[in-house]
């Protein structure tokens, strides 16, 4: 007997909460010009194809890189410093994701 499941979500702001309390952003991750960068661009399924141009986090226009080796490249700094903005953390001395200021997690 199929399981019929319903996802629902809270909208706050630039995120939303999913029925299991995780946080979808509005921002994604896509490998481009040797770096992993963040996006507000519309994201297709599956990811943004290789080639497609994208606008970043840091200002730029990049074609994706939508391989197995990019996710490996390192985090652009600029995307991330926006992303935790967007987000409301920051990123503690390990470049790890902590919570803001009078924010509890």
């Known amino acids: 007997m199929p399981i019929k499941v319903s996802i629902g979500f809270l909208d706050s702001g630039n995120k939303k909460s999913t029925a299991w309390g995780c946080w979808m952003y509005s921002f994604h991750w896509v490998p481009a010009?040797?770096?992993?960068?963040?996006?507000?661009?519309s994201r297709p399924g599956g990811?943004?194809?290789t080639g497609m141009p994208v606008s970043t986090l840091c200002e730029r226009n990049l074609p994706a890189?939508?391989?197995d080796l990019g996710w490996l490249w390192s985090t652009c700094g600029d995307c991330n410093a926006e992303a935790h903005r967007i987000a409301g953390t920051r990123p503690d001395a390990?470049?790890?994701?902590?919570?803001?200021?009078?924010?509890g997690r």
């Open 47 to 49: 990811g943004y194809p």
């Open 94 to 103: 390990n470049g790890s994701q902590a919570p803001s200021p009078g924010r």
């Open 33 to 41: 010009d040797g770096q992993r960068h963040a996006s507000l661009d």
């Open 65 to 67: 890189d939508n391989s």
